[in-house]
């Protein structure tokens, strides 16, 4: 299977702490993955890394099928390159309609003279309708981001994301704080998504991940402890003592 | 199928009716061609309450819009006035001296006449030489670009450094007011080739222009008029669109929109040169209606209250920026200007040249705590409830 991306051997430490040690890992170009593991893993630095956040002491993170580094490049250049970040706390455009959020996020050419003089075509419109249903926004449109619930903000984030047709999509926590029914619909959202491009669910909730039906990589101390579906690493001895035993 | 830009924003059809209006009852009643109801030195305080409400617009671009608390905007509308005052004053000083030379027997050489004008000029700070910078005082053309130019470089140079190093909030504010100190610091020096304190003078009156003020004061009113129309039509313009959905979300959020894939600081460097150059462009026809400029004109404290202004307006509302420049532009000018009566307390009498700025501060205060959408909100509020009423809901 062709690579999208490889993370190999990187670490990173803060005031000497290593949040990330020796942590090598690869993902498919269309595959659904879940990363799990206890609080201070190394989780969202992993994601820090991957969308140019932050920078590793040493390591490579080799990308596409071009095999270029993403450690050279700035965060916008990488979510250009086409990988999709979305935060734990739903981050939307809260002042602004969900037409104009998702518009914003379409991939179009992002120089602002370029976007000085763009105005939506009908074809781009109509892109916003589609991902609108995709999410079930719909009947949502016109109306200001910031009166949204907390599940339609997280899923008009998602939206966004698809927005930019990334190939890679980093999902943090998105089923935090939602109902039964609204983690269903998040759940389809995030298969259909994975049919494409390759999609990167971090998540604490293991009922979430095994609805995801997913291989899934357990982080601990900033490596990979072990890696496989959930039944078998929630079998696995070293899984149970640092993570589900306690 | 598009409709025109207009269409889609009725407000700015208003404004720019209500600037024509108000225009056209000021000419009516001015004293170079009306009723002489309003005098000429009221006519150039309006001219000049004009060019306050571009600086604010661009003030409230750079602030309500993109997030950015610039408080250093002065001093780009300082040096677009410094800019178009070394014309002015190089152009009539040359005429004067061009005029008295010609008594004498002698046709005067053509480096006399410049070593006069120098004189003439560098007088009071002890030279008579040509600073450098006046290189290209005597061709207007020139002069009017540099007054976008210079402006426009200072602000593209200093908001490269500042925005590439990720200085954001606090942090670039007070570099901001460090900017506009530096700047008025050096200014201050006899060296600086500006005249030091006594900066430039007379640029009230226009080279090879017979026309009286009472003329000159409208013609600048006009001209004040139809900048702000402009700028107003192109800040309108620009937050309308994609790029204004951006710059929102830089000032809501700014994560999400560099990780959306947009280049953060491009965009903070492309609106905060843009609005220095229509700061620039306010001040250059600003000191002409002043007559005079001087480093104290870009002290920090200015551009303090030019964020004052937007605020008490109504940040993120251009009609905001523009009411609250010109309502507590003119407020000033009446308080400190000695005209509102004194309020006798029996105890203590206020006397409002003192006590102005007391009040500004607290009304900054009131509008911080409790309305934070400031004059424009109230606009707002009515609009909807006039709306609401139409639809019958």
């Known amino acids: 299977m062709s690579m999208l991306l490889e993370v190999s051997g990187v670490s990173v430490s803060f005031d000497g702490f290593k949040a990330i040690n020796n942590l090598s890992f690869n993902i498919g170009s269309a595959e659904l993955r879940a990363i799990i593991g206890p609080n201070g893993a190394g989780k ?203 | 199928m598009q409709r025109s830009f207009i269409a889609r924003n009725p407000s700015v059809l208003i404004f720019l009716s209500l600037l024509a209006l108000f225009t056209l009852v000021v000419t009516v009643l001015s004293e170079g061609v009306g009723s002489g109801l309003i005098s000429t030195s009221f006519i150039k305080t309006l001219g000049k309450t004009l060019c306050l409400c571009l600086i604010a617009v661009a003030m409230d671009l750079i602030w309500g819009f993109a997030g950015i608390l610039s408080l250093g905007h002065f001093a780009f509308f300082g040096l677009g006035g410094y800019m178009i005052g070394m014309w002015l004053m190089y152009e009539r000083t040359r005429l004067i001296v061009v005029d008295s030379l010609s008594q004498t027997e002698i046709p005067p050489t053509e480096a006399e006449v410049v070593d006069a004008i120098g004189t003439q000029i560098f007088g009071v700070v002890g030279s008579s030489e040509f600073p450098l910078i006046w290189g290209f005082a005597d061709s207007l053309t020139l002069q009017l670009m540099l007054v976008v130019l210079v402006p426009g470089l200072l602000a593209l140079v200093f908001g490269w450094l500042a925005f590439r190093s990720r200085v954001t909030g606090v942090y670039l504010s007070i570099l901001t007011q460090a900017m506009t100190l530096a700047l008025a610091l050096y200014l201050f020096q006899n060296d600086s080739g500006l005249r030091g304190n006594n900066g430039l003078s007379g640029l009230q009156n226009l080279p090879g222009v017979t026309a009286s003020q009472d003329l000159v004061s409208l013609w600048f009113l006009w001209a004040s008029a139809f900048a702000l129309g402009a700028g107003y039509l192109l800040a309108a313009w620009v937050v309308s669109g994609k790029f204004g959905s951006v710059i929102r979300g830089i000032r809501d959020n700014e994560a999400r929109v560099r990780f959306l894939g947009y280049s953060v600081e491009a965009y903070k460097l492309a609106i905060f040169t843009l609005t220095a150059c229509i700061a620039a462009i306010a001040g250059a026809l600003y000191y002409p209606q002043a007559g005079i400029i001087n480093p104290a004109e870009i002290a920090p404290i200015a551009s303090i209250y030019l964020a004052v202004w937007v605020a008490i307006g109504g940040r993120g509302r251009l009609y905001g920026a523009v009411i609250g420049a010109a309502f507590v532009s003119l407020l000033s000018t009446w308080f400190t200007g000695g005209q509102a009566p004194d309020l006798p307390l029996g105890f203590y009498t206020v006397k409002w040249v003192d006590w102005w700025l007391v009040l500004l501060g607290l009304s900054f205060v009131a509008v911080t705590l409790f309305a934070p959408k400031g004059i424009g909100g109230l606009i707002d509020l009515i609009a909807q409830r006039a709306s609401k009423k139409e639809t019958g809901q």
């Open chain 1, 44 to 246: 969202t630095t992993f994601m820090d890394i991957v969308t140019g956040k932050t920078r590793p002491d040493e390591g490579r993170v080799i990308w596409g099928e071009k095999s270029v580094s993403l450690l050279k490049m700035s965060e916008a250049q990488i979510a250009q390159s086409g990988v999709g970040r979305k935060f734990q706390k739903p981050t939307v455009f809260e002042d602004q309609t969900v037409q104009e959020n998702l518009l914003v996020a379409l991939k179009k050419p992002r120089g602002w003279l370029a976007v000085l003089g763009y105005r939506p075509t009908v074809e781009d419109l109509g892109r916003v309708d589609a991902l609108a249903e995709e999410i079930g926004l719909t009947d949502q449109l016109s109306r200001l981001a910031g009166e949204l619930s907390h599940g339609q903000k997280q899923w008009l984030e998602i939206g966004m994301l698809l927005a930019q047709e990334p190939r890679l999509l980093l999902v943090d926590e998105p089923a935090a704080g939602m109902t039964v029914t609204e983690r269903q619909h998040t759940t389809d959202i995030l298969v259909e998504a994975a049919k494409t491009r390759a999609v990167v669910v971090v998540e604490h909730d293991m009922e979430f991940v095994r609805r995801l039906n997913c291989k899934v990589t357990v982080l601990h101390e900033g490596s990979v402890l072990a890696e496989g579906s959930l039944d078998h690493v929630t079998a696995n001895q070293d899984v149970i003592d640092v993570y589900l035993g306690r």
